[in-house]
């Protein structure tokens, strides 16, 4: 699978419709240095772009998830990926985006992007997927709970 680490998700002028669509379809990443958590520069504007796109579209939800390579301690990974999906969850929610419709995943190493066995390819592992859903937002526990007037027994 070859990945341009310069991928967007926004369409060129004079792509037919069905093939803007199926482009929106596909993930938007954002990759990082090492055992980074800090988001390049270059990536603002895009993640800016996708929250406000989400913001005026039909709603849903943002399923934010984060990947790694592989390391001695999955936990490690696990660790790294989720504040990876935290960092990116922060700057959608800084443009506007409700912390409850951000869905928020981390694979670790588990879900890898690129093939593991090749090694140069494990900068391709170091990212952050967001993609919309269909799901409904998360809802408060309070709002979920039947409240019962009768004595506890």
């Known amino acids: 699978m070859q990945l341009n680490p310069s991928q967007s998700p926004e369409t060129t002028p004079g792509v037919d419709a069905a093939a803007a669509q199926a ?3 596909e993930p938007t990443r954002i990759f990082f240095d090492g055992d980074s958590t800090d988001i390049r520069d270059n990536y603002v504007d895009l993640i800016r772009d996708h ?3 989400f913001n005026t579209g039909p709603g849903g939800t943002l399923i934010v998830s984060g990947h790694a390579n592989p390391v001695e301690d999955p936990e490690e990974a696990v660790a790294l990926s989720m504040d990876r999906t935290q ?3 922060a700057l959608l ?3 506007g985006v409700q912390s409850h419709r951000i869905v928020r995943v981390s694979h670790g190493a588990n879900a890898p992007i690129a093939d593991v066995a090749d090694e140069q390819a494990n900068w391709a592992n170091r ?4 993609r919309h859903g269909s799901l409904t937002p998360r809802q408060p526990v309070w ?3 039947s409240r019962k007037t009768g004595a506890r027994r």
Do not use: G, H, L, W
């Open 23 to 25: 482009r929106q379809a």
């Open 87 to 89: 960092a990116v969850a």
């Open 51 to 53: 929250a406000e796109r």
């Open 93 to 95: 929610e800084k443009f």
């Open 127 to 130: 990212c952050v997927e967001i």
């Open 143 to 145: 709002s979920q709970r």
